[in-house]
T-cell receptor, first 115, second 113 residues
Framework: NAGVTQTPKFQVLKTGQSMTLQCAQD?????MYWYRQDPGMGLRLIYY???????DKGEVPNGYNVSRLNKREFSLRLESAAPSQTSVYFCASRPGLAGPPYEQYFGPGTRLTVT | QQQVKQSPQSLIVQKGGISIINCAYENTAFDYFPWYQQFPGKGPALLIAIRPDVSEKKEGRFTISFNKSAKQFSLHIMDSQPGDSATYFC????????????FGKGTKLSVIP
C-alpha cells in the first residue's frame, strides 16, 4: 500500500495563478484532511471531509476550495494564489468512526511557493 | 485562540539524556491527547496517545505524563538518541464523533552525540 500520496511535491506559482493539489489514499479511509504547515505555526486545518460527499471548513479556509472526488481522492484548489499561501501542504486521512479519533495518516507534503 | 500551548519551541539534548516537551490545554471537552513525530521532509506520524483517565502511558522509550487538574501533559523521551531528532507536535481532540485535531505549534528536538 502506498498510503497517502500527494502531487506535486514542489510547485512555484506567480501571484494570481490557480492550481489544484491532489491527494489520494489507498487505505479505504472515510475521512480526509488538508493542513498547512508554516514555521512556528504548527499544523493548521484548512478543510476536511468526514466522509465521501461531505466537506467542512477548518481553521484557515479562506482562499481555498476542496473537492472530495470519491472515497480515495480529496483535492485542494487555490483559485488565485497569494504570497501568504506559501507553505507546506499536507493531506491526511483517518480510518473512520470505528478507529481512534486521533489517528491520522499524513502524506509526504507539497511545498508551494507563491511569488 | 490557541487551545493547545506547547513548549519549548526548540530543545537540544545530549545523547542518552531525557527530552521533555510540555503542553497545556484549555478545553476540558478534549478526550484524547496524541503526540505526532515529524522528520525533516516527511509528514507527521502518530507516536503515542493518552486518555485523561490515565496518568501515564509508556511505549518503549516514550512516556506521556498527564495531569488532568492542571490541564497539562508532557512527552518524555528516555535515553534520547540522534535518531529521535525531529519535530514533535502535541495535539488534542474531543470524543469519537469529532474530526478536528488541535495541534500545538511544535518542538524541534536535536539530540547531539
Amino acid at each position: 500500500n502506498a498510503g497517502v500520496t500527494q502531487t506535486p511535491k514542489f510547485q512555484v506559482l506567480k501571484t494570481g495563478q490557480s492550481m489544484t493539489l491532489q491527494c489520494a489514499q489507498d487505505m479505504n479511509h472515510n475521512s480526509m484532511y488538508w493542513y498547512r504547515q508554516d514555521p512556528g505555526m504548527g499544523l493548521r486545518l484548512i478543510y476536511y471531509s468526514a466522509s465521501e460527499g461531505t466537506t467542512d471548513k477548518g481553521e484557515v479556509p479562506n482562499g481555498y476550495n476542496v473537492s472530495r472526488l470519491n472515497k480515495r481522492e480529496f483535492s485542494l484548489r487555490l483559485e488565485s494564489a497569494a504570497p501568504s499561501q506559501t507553505s507546506v501542504y499536507f493531506c491526511a486521512s483517518r480510518p473512520g468512526l470505528a478507529g481512534p479519533p486521533y489517528e491520522q495518516y499524513f502524506g509526504p507534503g507539497t511545498r508551494l511557493t507563491v511569488t | 485562540q490557541q487551545q493547545v500551548k506547547q513548549s519549548p519551541q526548540s530543545l537540544i539534548v545530549q545523547k542518552g539524556g531525557i527530552s521533555i516537551i510540555n503542553c497545556a490545554y484549555e478545553n476540558t471537552a478534549f478526550d484524547y491527547f496524541p503526540w505526532y513525530q515529524q522528520f525533516p521532509g516527511k509528514g507527521p506520524a502518530l507516536l503515542i496517545a493518552i486518555r485523561p483517565d490515565v496518568s501515564e502511558k509508556k511505549e518503549g522509550r516514550f512516556t506521556i505524563s498527564f495531569n488532568k487538574s492542571a490541564k497539562q501533559f508532557s512527552l518524555h523521551i528516555m535515553d534520547s538518541q540522534p535518531g529521535d531528532s525531529a519535530t514533535y507536535f502535541c495535539a488534542a481532540i474531543s470524543g469519537a464523533g469529532s474530526y478536528q485535531l488541535t495541534f500545538g505549534k511544535g518542538t524541534k528536538l536535536s539530540v547531539i552525540p
